[in-house]
C-alpha cells in the first residue's frame, strides 16, 4: 500500500473519531439471507405467523442458506404449537442440525432452546441457551458492531435470569440499530427478573408503543400490571395476549390467571 493511501485511511479514521482497530467493526452488515431472517423471526416471535410465512415465501432464492432454513425451522415449530408435535419436533430437527452445520450460529443455537423450553426440556434449554450466549459473545469480540450478536447474548442472558449483564447488552443492540421492538421487549423481561414491575410495565408500554400487536407484551405486562396492583389492567392484556396468541406456552396460564380473578 503507497504511502499516501496509508495516510488517507488514517485520516479518514481519525477524522470518524474511529481508533484503527475499530474500522473493520465500523463496517458490520447483515447478508441478505441475514436481513429475511430477522424479518421473519421478529414477526414469528411477536406471534404473527401469518405474515412471517408470506415474508419467508418472498425470500425462496435463500432457501438452501443457513438463515433461511433456521427462520422456516422456528417459524415451524411456533405455527405448530398446540396443533401438530410432530412438526414441532420437526422445526427442532432442524434447528439442531444448522446449529452443528455452523458452529458459530448462535440464532439458530437460541432458538433450539426456545423449542426445547416449549417441549418441556429445561436442561436441554439451558446448554442450549448457554451455547447460544457463548456464540454470540464470541461473534461480539470478533465485532464490536455485530447488533445481531448483541441481541442474542442479551436474550440469551435473560433466559439465564442475568438481568444486568442482559441489559448492558441489549443497551448495545439498540445502539448498534438491531429491532428496537424486539430490544425493549428482551429489556422488559430484565425487570421481569428484577422484580421492577413498574419498570417492566413501561418498557413492554414502549413496545406497544411501536408494535401493539406484539403478542407477549400482553402476557408480561399483564404480570406486572398484576403486581402493580391493577386488575382492570390485568383483565385486558391477558385476553388480548389470549386472542393474539391462542396457541402459546403462555395461553394455557393466561386463562387460567383469568379464570381465577373473575
Known sequence: MKLRTV????????????????????QFKPTEAEVLRDDVIAKT???RTKSAETTLKKGTKYEQSQPYLTAEAFLMATYSLGQNENFVLKGLAILDKQAKRDPKDFVAEFYRGEVLRWLDRRDDAKAAWQKALNKATAAVEENGRNCTAHYYRGAALVRMKKADEARRALKKAAKTDFDPVMVDFQIGMTYIIDQNWKAARDAFDDVHEMDPRYAHLYFFRGIAWEKIGRKDALLYDLGQFVKLAPNSPEAKQARAILASVR
Open 7 to 26: 495516510l488517507s485511511v488514517a485520516l479518514l479514521i481519525t477524522i470518524a473519531g474511529l481508533p484503527a482497530t475499530d474500522a473493520a467493526a465500523a
Open 45 to 47: 416471535v411477536a406471534w
